[in-house]
T-cell receptor, first 115, second 113 residues
Framework: NAGVMQNPRHLVRRRGQEARLRCSPM?????VYWYRQLPEEGLKFMVY????????ESGMPKERFSAEFPKEGPSILRIQQVVRGDSAAYFC?????????????FGQGTRLTVV | SQQGEEDPQALSIQEGENATMNCSYK?????LQWYRQNSGRGLVHLIL?????REKHSGRLRVTLDTSKKSSSLLITASRAADTASYFC?????????????FGEGTQLTVNP
């Protein structure tokens, strides 16, 4: 059973381009969480999705950021018109259940650099 | 309000010594978890302690939880150079959605050989 798979591991984008980050949860997990980590800081929650539904997007910036988790395929975090401040590591986590002390498993992250 | 604040921010010890890191939080929680992150890498889950537990052990790790003080500590005994990493506490709040976690800013541990 492969762990949470994120790709690409590293992504370089010029200002104004779009960044598309993918996350394949562990097999049997239908809950996906995205976090952002700025340099020298802890992880900050962005969005929580279940298949085809956004459950909690309270941590997502209101503009340029969107996330989806379709019925088939990976979860996608999309950043439009990237700016230098979007440079960070983006982590995805998945869990089989919602809450109640269920451990969430993290991927290795995608490191986005905006030049 | 900021949740999951660790102290110290940085800790440097010699191999064989014990390392203690502390974490404080502000809201009611279901559980508290500790993670390790090596430089530039992903997170490794170390241990989860539920709100009705006071202490938990896993190998060289010992975690305590004091819900009255809203604090937790992580003790690593007989440290090794390989323990050098950043350590984060993360809380699953009672009122948050799913398994959403709130992370602290981390403690950078350096174990000198």
């Amino acid at each position: 059973n492969a762990g949470v798979m994120q790709n690409p591991r590293h992504l370089v984008r010029r200002r104004g381009q779009e960044a598309r980050l993918r996350c394949s949860p562990m097999k049997g997990h239908s809950h996906v969480y995205w976090y952002r980590q700025l340099p020298e800081e802890g992880l900050k929650f962005m969005v929580y999705l279940q298949k085809e539904n956004i459950i909690d997007e309270s941590g997502m910036p209101k503009e340029r950021f969107s996330a989806e988790f379709p019925k088939e395929g990976p979860s996608i975090l999309r950043i439009q018109q990237v700016v230098r401040g979007d440079s960070a590591a983006y982590f995805c986590a998945s869990s089989p259940l919602a809450g109640g002390g269920t451990e969430a498993f993290f991927g290795q992250g995608t490191r986005l650099t905006v030049v | 309000s900021q949740q999951g604040e660790e102290d110290p921010q940085a800790l440097s010890i010699q191999e064989g010594e014990n390392a203690t890191m502390n974490c404080s939080y502000k809201t009611s929680i279901n559980n508290l978890q500790w993670y390790r992150q090596n430089s530039g890498r992903g997170l490794v889950h170390l241990i989860l302690i539920r709100s009705n537990e006071r202490e938990k052990h896993s190998g060289r790790l010992r975690v305590t939880l004091d819900t009255s003080k809203k604090s937790s500590s992580l003790l690593i005994t007989a440290s090794r150079a390989a323990d050098t990493a950043s350590y984060f506490c993360a809380t699953e709040g009672r009122k948050t959605s799913g398994s959403r976690l709130t992370f602290g800013e981390g403690t950078q541990l350096t174990v000198n050989p």
